[in-house]
């Protein structure tokens, strides 16, 4: 059976011009992301976002405009859904509480979840694993540089 999974996704830049990035062990694979994730039934983009920057880096954000909507055809990795990934550009509400790490996969005991920063200008489509997201580190170079 084929259906879309909706995923959203914030890119959080801070005053040294660096993105948050999300690195992740899960079912098996290593990759690195934007923090965000899937849509739940129910609920909306912008309310969706909100959630997941919660559950992932238990920081309030603000949304600040639409980025990128996936504008081709992108099969999940995980399972036999189409993927379709929606980009807002976010701001933190408060103090971000992570414990930000300098290399990937760095995760704290019994954690499958750190956070870096990125300068954008060092950013490549290498730093990320989903083609979605190398497309929008393309588009982040080409709009912040």
């Not at 992740?24 to 899937?38: A, I, L, Q, S």
């Not at 290399?103 to 060092?122: M, T």
Request: with cysteine.
């Amino acid at each position: 059976m084929s259906y879309f999974n909706i995923r959203v996704y914030g890119l959080l830049i801070n005053q040294d011009q660096e993105v948050l990035l999300s690195d992740e062990f899960e079912v098996g694979m290593y990759f690195t992301k934007f923090p965000g994730g899937g849509l739940e039934l129910g609920e909306g983009l912008i309310e969706g976002l909100k959630r997941e920057f919660m559950e992932e880096c238990n920081a309030e954000i603000a949304v600040d405009r639409h980025f990128y909507t996936t504008d081709f055809y992108e099969k999940s990795s995980f399972n036999e859904s189409q993927v379709i990934s929606i980009y807002y550009l976010v701001k933190p509400v408060g103090t971000l509480q992570l414990n930000f790490k300098a290399e990937a996969f760095d995760f704290d005991e019994g954690l499958a979840q750190s956070f870096r920063w990125k300068k954008i200008n060092e950013l490549t489509e290498d730093d990320v694993t989903f083609r979605t997201d190398k497309t929008v580190v393309k588009l982040l170079k080409s709009t912040c540089a």
